[in-house]
């Protein structure tokens, strides 16, 4: 959520889309607003389903109308950045080097650099701690202990996950996770 999360930082602010340009985008529009209307049982469920398809089917249209320039979305829709930043998504918690992502995307390491910051907006290894760190605010909100997050987004103590979180956002994750509103009754139930 919020400008942190690389999917939402990615997106137009505004974003206009015939739907025409698309079947299958329309035809998943066309889906959830039939649904909207109808009365059938489980109507909720089934409409936030079609709600996903059509975001992906959104998310998968976007790069190749070119309205994302930089971003997250721009480099899974780069030729080459794609493996690196699948690989980071696949597992947050290895301990990435910049010789290894420009290995997987077949790259010198400061041709790997410069294209990631140009394509993505920021630094590999900045693009790195802020997927950990989005990673670990999903998981704390499920109620997972800080240490076992730490783990799962790739640090090897508490410690060192509150360290980023205080550098990163100026609170530990106890704290982080107090102040947000749904999680904080879901975690003391």
Not at 174 to 182: F, I, K, R, T, V
Request: aromatic content about 6%; charged content about 20%; glycine content about 6%.
């Amino acid at each position: 959520t919020g400008a942190a999360n690389p999917v939402s930082a990615a997106l137009p602010h505004l974003l206009v889309l015939p739907l025409k340009q698309n079947p299958r985008v329309q035809h998943a529009a066309e889906g959830l607003f039939d649904l909207a209307f109808a009365d059938r049982d489980a109507k909720h469920i089934m409409m936030d389903r079609m709600a996903e398809i059509l975001v992906v089917e959104l998310l998968r249209h976007l790069p190749d109308r070119g309205d994302v320039a930089t971003g997250m979305l721009a480099g899974l829709s780069h030729p080459q950045l794609s493996q690196a930043l699948n690989a980071i998504h696949h597992a947050p918690e290895h301990p990435w080097t910049l010789q290894e992502l420009a290995s997987l995307a077949t790259m010198s390491r400061s041709k790997f650099a410069d294209v990631f910051r140009q394509v993505v907006g920021n630094p590999a290894g900045d693009y790195v701690i802020e997927y950990r760190l989005e990673l670990a605010k999903c998981l704390l909100r499920q109620g997972k202990p800080v240490g076992w997050v730490a783990h799962e987004v790739g640090y090897e103590t508490a410690s060192a996950l509150a360290r980023v979180f205080r550098k990163k956002l100026g609170v530990s994750p106890m704290a982080w996770l107090n102040e947000q509103p749904h999680a904080r009754a879901e975690h003391h139930e």
